[in-house]
């Protein structure tokens, strides 16, 4: 394997990571804070979560992408450059993070066990944060598009 087989790579390894793998760890530590529930540091526990965590980004991701795509009327079109699909699973996680963590907040209100009310600032709080994160880094996925853009212009211009 060479390094340009690397570098192709690289933005899917980009988009697991940021676009899967974050929003669901995200969303089982908001489970476990709301529920009270503590685990057991054992390689095992870990493993079980960081796949679980994976598992839940993977089945959010699809219905974000396709929200976020809406969203910015699919000006964020990751298949540009290679370089700004980072930027676009950066903005697919904000989003993916803010639908995660109001599924659980809405869960715990209809569960039966009480959960304080206090309980709910930090939960609110990533919820704001992930959707103005999902705005900007909306923003500045464009941005670099129409950078990329300018530049492969003025790029083949000079050529000519």
């Excluded at 996680?93 to 039966?112: K, N, R």
């Excluded at 941005?143 to 530049?151: C, H, Q, R, T, V």
Aim: net charge positive; charged share 20%.
């Amino acid at each position: 394997m060479n390094t340009d087989d690397i570098t192709k790579m690289l933005p899917d390894g980009w988009f697991d990571w940021y676009a899967r793998l974050i929003p669901g760890c995200i969303g089982v530590a908001t489970y476990f804070w709301l529920f009270n529930i503590s685990f057991d540091r054992k390689i095992e526990d870990i493993l079980l979560l960081a796949f679980l965590s994976y598992v839940v980004g993977h089945i959010t991701q699809p219905f974000s992408s396709s929200i976020v795509n809406k969203l910015f009327k699919n000006e964020l079109q990751p298949r540009t450059n290679r370089l700004v699909s980072k930027s676009y699973a950066e903005t697919i996680s904000m989003f993916s993070s803010s639908i995660i963590t109001i599924i659980i907040v809405i869960y715990s209100i209809f569960d039966s066990r009480k959960i304080e009310p206090r309980e709910y600032i930090i939960p609110t709080l990533l919820i704001v944060v992930f959707f103005v994160g999902t705005w900007l880094r909306g923003q500045a996925t464009k941005n670099k598009i129409k950078e990329f853009l300018s530049e492969d212009t003025t790029t083949r211009e000079n050529k000519s």
